[in-house]
């Protein structure tokens, strides 16, 4: 549980877990509730869309075929990066810096709220977990990760363990937040853990 707040300053709420596992959802919930919500996932591609050196920096990175229209085309670049750890460690250490500058920034806007939420899928795995006052994950089955995926993300067997295997294992994720969502039933039950845990929060 965070210290008491100072000032105007809110309990900064990081909410991570593996791809598909409900953040978006448990995100949602939040918004609905009146927390202040930031998606990372929006901010890299903002980032991507529109910060002309991290552009220019992953075309020199990963070559010019990496764009459509002359924009960054994150299919054609997650089929690189997804396929080979070394050029995801390298995309990510040109993009994650300005995403965690902008994610400060967009906290700085909701001073005077008690919380604010940020989702971040690879929030371990970046090693940004000290920028957060408290951290939840959202785990959900194998079962329903792999339908999910499918579903969605319109990906094959293979890419759905290439992406997963670019993340920590649920597992992990869970052990290292400070609490638990499982939202592998239905929204209701998710819902009901997020009552209870923002209730605890503020």
């Known amino acids: 549980m965070p210290a008491a707040n100072q000032s105007d300053k809110p309990i900064v709420l990081g ?3 593996t791809i598909a596992s409900g953040k978006s959802m448990v995100g949602r919930l939040l918004a609905d509730r009146g927390i202040p ?3 990372t996932d929006q901010l890299t591609h903002d980032v991507l869309e529109n910060d002309i050196s991290t552009k ?3 075309v ?3 070559g010019i075929e990496v764009l459509t229209n002359d924009k960054i085309d994150r299919k054609k670049l997650g089929k690189i990066v997804f396929g080979d750890e070394t050029s995801r460690r390298k995309l990510e250490q040109i993009v994650h810096p300005n995403v965690v500058l902008n994610c ?3 906290i700085e806007e909701f001073k005077g709220e008690k919380v ?4 971040v899928p690879l929030l371990f795995e ?3 977990a000290e920028e957060y006052d408290v951290i939840w994950t959202v785990f959900t089955s194998e079962e329903v990760l792999q339908k999910r995926l499918e579903a969605r993300d319109k990906l094959d067997a293979a890419e759905i363990s290439q992406r997963l295997a670019a993340q ?4 992990e994720k869970c052990k290292r937040a400070d609490q638990v969502i499982d939202n592998s039933f239905t929204e209701i039950e998710t819902a009901r853990q997020v009552d209870l845990l923002l209730s605890k929060l503020v």
């Open 15 to 17: 909410i991570t877990g």
């Open 37 to 39: 919500v930031i998606d």
């Open 56 to 58: 220019k920096a992953i």
């Open 60 to 62: 020199e990175q990963f």
């Open 104 to 106: 400060r920034r967009r």
């Open 116 to 119: 604010v939420a940020v989702l």
């Open 126 to 128: 970046a090693g940004v």
């Open 168 to 171: 920590l294992p649920q597992s």
